[in-house]
């Protein structure tokens, strides 16, 4: 995610990081070929059809409704996404405090809050579908299994139906834990939903055709009035409709390691200052951004 101060004049017309304008450029300087060459046979070779502006003016507006909803429904998961990540810190949070209430067994009670870690460290690595080292720096030995975060989420649970059994936790303690990893189980299950579900493939595939027969078609409005600047304005155009599909597969996927992705990476350490204090060890200082993203 991008960290930054409000842009001036200058970043804001010449930024690139974050921009998608590095993943579109190529379609633009494409469709401005294409109308510079639809402009050179206009004037030299042979005279095309000068349409009226009009029916591109209502075509555009519908495009750029059906734009907007899809963006919205981007953001929406975007948004969902960090909401959930939020609900997990402030349950491992509350989850820490119940462990130092509940657990009087010290050493459970530090083993069940390095698999809580680990656990947050596995699910990352499983939405970003990346390799996870860093939840073997607090639980070394627990098996992978199945599906990773879900084996280290059991292992927590056998720990306190242990401690329940043997009389160092009561059921009012149990209860409590239980429902709290109840919580935890159902924000990851929420990201997972996420993650595994795209929008519809559909509605990718009619944005891009109605996006390229509009941007094909529209040079033809232009070559009467604005003739010579027919790709300056076919450029713009391009940019302001690719770029709004582009951002919707950017926000698509909030836990990608794009630059727009959400910091999971940080939400981790969050996690980690916060617990650290009961397994009696120094916090670790936050993550910080890195040119800017912070990851």
Request: aromatic share 10%.
């Amino acid at each position: 995610m991008i960290i930054k101060d409000k842009p001036n004049l200058f970043q804001l017309l010449f930024a690139i990081k974050g921009s998608v304008l590095p993943h579109i450029f190529p379609r633009i300087l494409a469709l401005m070929a294409y109308s510079t060459a639809l402009v050179l046979v206009d004037n030299f070779v042979y005279a095309l059809p000068h349409t009226s502006a009009a029916p591109f003016a209502v075509f555009g507006i519908a495009l750029s409704l059906f734009l907007g909803f899809r963006n919205n429904a981007a953001y929406d998961r975007w948004w969902e996404g960090r909401r959930l990540w939020g609900g997990l810190i402030a349950d491992f949070r509350a989850f820490a405090r119940e462990c130092d209430l509940f657990i009087s067994n010290k050493d459970r009670r530090i083993k069940i809050l390095r698999l809580s870690l680990c656990f947050i460290h596995r699910h990352r690595a499983n939405l970003r579908s990346v390799e996870n080292e860093n939840a073997k720096q607090w639980v070394s030995d627990l098996p992978y299994g199945a599906h990773p975060p879900c084996t280290a989420l059991n292992a927590i649970n056998a720990e306190i139906t242990d401690g329940h059994r043997t009389g160092e936790i009561d059921g009012f303690g149990a209860r409590s834990l239980s429902e709290r990893l109840g919580g935890i189980a159902l924000a990851q299950a929420g990201c997972e939903r996420i993650a595994t579900t795209p929008l519809p493939h559909v509605y990718s595939l009619l944005v891009y055709r109605t996006t390229y027969l509009y941007c094909l078609l529209v040079p033809m409005a232009f070559l009467e009035n604005v003739n010579w600047l027919t790709p300056l304005f076919v450029g713009v155009i391009a940019y302001v409709f690719f770029g709004l599909a582009e951002v919707t597969e950017e926000l698509e996927n909030p836990f990608g390691t794009t630059v727009n992705g959400l910091p999971l990476d940080a939400m981790c350490r969050v996690i980690e200052i916060s617990l650290t204090p009961h397994l009696e060890l120094d916090p670790p200082a936050p993550l910080t951004p890195t040119d800017g993203v912070l990851s």
